[in-house]
């Protein structure tokens, strides 16, 4: 074995150049993907490490201040054979404003705040709360990248502002996620807690978590939360239905139940959109040093054929020539991989922050050995499939051959660029001979360059259509107006007449049961005063409710019941049973696209509906949220407004950011390859190419000349495979962002490339190219053709 070895560690020498290629490939490929592996197999975890910390609820319902509500309800919840340990606690929605203290600018985004000093036994506290007091405030730890311990929170409420000292960061799995509630859970003191309440007495509305875990009889019968939180639903509404009858006065509160599973899955959405996109970039990378190896170990075959036949005269056997490059190459790519794979798991915690960022919890798991494992033998796998692969150039030539040099035929292939034929210039020419003389061996530059300028302009055509809050929306299937409070119809009759206002409209969000042939669901259904005021949203079939016996379902719902447009679909609790015409398909990410959508007027037929509504106001052209707000605060100065783009914008932000991230990731990683495979292949072809550089340079031509002709040897090659890269990339980057967003049961998807997105990719990979080639020529300038005469 020791003769395998050190034949093996000698052609590593001779190929010097190349291993070291592969070696930092080999590393950097399985770096990010044992990151992205560990992220993939381990975010799941890292919110069950949280759910187990601070013993979470199974099932968490927020109701709004209605002790009649939260009775029921906790009579319904204390009632289920499949609950247990039912808890309540005190909570302040806020409509809110925030900054660091000295910053100029507010962030509007709600806040529910809690008091630390309560006692919890379900979904605690992540930290110790004892030595907390006064204005002390823990925040999510989702806003540690913005404010540090000790920093000053400074929190508005209407025109009251409280400066609040940051103690610490609480990790909830249920409030963790932009994507779950969009809403920040806040704890303060018990003092502080009943100032704010008291002094903000429209901005501060009470209410009451309600929390619940599941009994080890329905763990172990593994009941559905999702199913059981909708019977809880569906008892409390047809209770509210009678309870309405009988106390008409009586208006229903804003109750969410919510299913800790749910929430998991809903706040791993974004995590593993990214970490998803870092794998395949990491196999994409890994796939070029694969390409990389499998023509330099050719090129080397070919070259050193008498040593070849040597050796096989010598009584080596093709079999243990395969053997030495085995040995080699997984030498080179076993190292590469360990040394890459033990960078990874010093760095994961480090690297980390992208799941704190997009998930909201700090990463909370040990390295994982399996996956390190797993990433380091899938590498060496792969490198022992290619090397027998490779293996099979060694049976092609025959030992006598082989002392030929390998040269056994004549090449009388059709000369399509002649140089008494053409008028390029001479480095043109000899890279249009190379190139189409040698087709094939250019396949592998040019399937390098095509991956690369797909996986940039895909990246770069992600920044084009979502790096903004209105690409991130439309993508989401979400509609747009300006602002929203919460009214009646008088308030929004007031509102609509001002000059301001284009026009408004009312909506509530309530959870019904549909029924189509034998499929039941319940599905959360929005329903709109006026549809004809609704900007966006996608709709990929059919068109928004009209008319009180119509529906639009969203794809999962859709996919679910079975339904379609044109079918009739049945809404039935125990005030009233329902036919409904299925009149369009939209998508939407909300609730992960189980929606519908129908008029308030068509929801009241099965439902009674509260009073007060959220209000949607379209401004007129031209006219500011502050020009609106002015005129709304002077007709109601108790009530707040929020304006919706600054809304959307703090939880869209933060995937417009991760996209631009992402582009800038995926271009310095692809200048990072190009260079490496331009100077590995200018490299090869300067050695290869040596004596008769010499000649040339005796003949009359200058050094910058011949580097010209290197720089030129692979662009036809380059071109080709970037040309064909970008024609692809639409294509497939759509399909790609369609895969990715198929949780939603999302169809279709917008996916548009800028034409400078086209341009700056072709710049980057060629401009690199090139400047790479101009490089490694420099040594072309140290050539003494004199010196190279020797007796033949």
Known sequence: MYRFFFIAKNNIKKQKSDMITFFILSALSALFIFISASFLADTGKVVDTNREKINSAD?????????????????????????????????????????????????????????????????????????????????????????????????????????????????????CSPLNMGIYKMYVSDKLYETILFENPKGALEGRYLKTQLTDTAKKKHIDTNALSDELGDDLMNWYNEYSKAHPDAEMTSV????????????????????????????????????????????????????????????????????????????????????????????????????????????????????????????????????????????????????????????????????????????????????????????GVIFIMMILSISTIVAFGMMDTYGNDAGVLEMGGFDVYDAFFSGDEAMENTIRGLKCVENTRREVWMSVNYYYKRNKQSITTRSFSDTSTIVGGSIIEGRWPKYPNEVMLATNTSMRLGASVGDVVMVKNDMAEESYIVCGISQTMNNMGMMAFMTTEGLSKVTALPETMQVCVTFKPGVTFKEFEKEFKDLYPEETVTDYQ??????????????????????????????????????????????????????????????????????????????????????????????????????????????????????????????????????IKTLEPVKMITEE
């Open 59 to 175: 099932i968490f319902a927020l109701c709004g201040h209605s002790e009649p509500v939260i009775a029921k309800l906790e009579e319904i919840i204390k009632g289920n054979v499949y609950l247990k340990n039912y808890e309540t606690e005190n909570y302040m929605e806020c409509s809110s404003k925030y900054r660091l203290k000295g910053s100029k600018t507010w962030i509007e985004y709600p806040f529910y705040i809690s008091s630390y000093e309560k006692e919890m036994k379900i979904q605690t506290l992540s930290i110790d709360a004892s030595g907390f007091s006064g204005h002390d405030v823990i925040i999510p730890i989702s806003l540690s990248t913005t404010f540090d311990i000790g920093s000053t929170l400074q929190l508005k409420i209407g025109d009251n502002v409280y400066d609040l000292n940051v103690a610490g960061y609480n990790e909830d799995n249920l409030f």
């Open 256 to 443: 969410n139940i919510v299913p800790a599973e749910l929430m998991k899955t809903g706040s791993m959405i974004l995590p593993m959109v990214f970490v998803i996109m870092i794998f395949l970039f990491a196999v994409i990378m890994l796939t070029i040093a694969i390409v990389i190896i499998n023509f330099s170990v050719k090129n080397f075959i070919m070259t050193n054929m008498k040593n070849t036949a040597i050796m096989e005269a010598s009584g080596y056997t093709v079999r243990e020539l395969v053997l030495i490059l085995l040995c080699q190459l997984l030498l080179v790519a076993g190292i590469g991989a360990f040394i890459g794979i033990v960078i990874g798991a010093l760095l994961i915690d480090k690297i980390g922050i992208i799941i704190l960022i997009t998930l909201g919890l700090k990463w909370n798991q040990p390295v994982n050995i399996t996956v390190a494992l797993g990433v380091f033998l899938g590498i060496c796998l792969l490198v022992a499939l290619l090397t027998v692969y490779l293996g099979r150039e060694y049976s092609k030539v025959s030992v006598l051959s082989a002392l030929r040099g390998g040269v056994n035929t004549h090449n009388f292939k059709r000369n399509l660029f002649s140089f008494d034929k053409t008028a390029l210039p001479i480095a043109v020419t000899l890279a249009l001979k190379d190139t189409f003389g040698r087709f094939r061996n250019q396949l």
């Open 646 to 779: 600054e809304a959307a914008h703090q939880t869209v932000g933060l995937i417009t950011s991760g996209m631009k991230a992402f582009a800038f990731f995926v271009t310095f990683l692809t200048i990072l390859i190009v260079a490496f495979v331009e100077s590995l292949i200018v490299r090869t072809n300067i050695n290869k190419q040596w004596r008769n550089l010499g000649v040339s340079k005796a003949l009359g031509f200058t050094s910058r000349q011949l580097i010209g002709q290197v720089m030129m040897s692979n662009m036809p090659s380059i071109l080709i495979g970037v040309s064909t890269g970008l024609l692809l990339s639409p294509i497939l980057g759509t399909k790609l962002m369609v895969a990715t967003m198929a949780i939603f049961g999302f169809k279709k998807i917008n996916f548009n490339i800028e034409p400078i997105s086209y341009l700056l990719t072709a710049i980057i990979i060629c401009g690199v190219a090139l400047l790479t080639a101009a490089f490694m020529g420099r040594r």
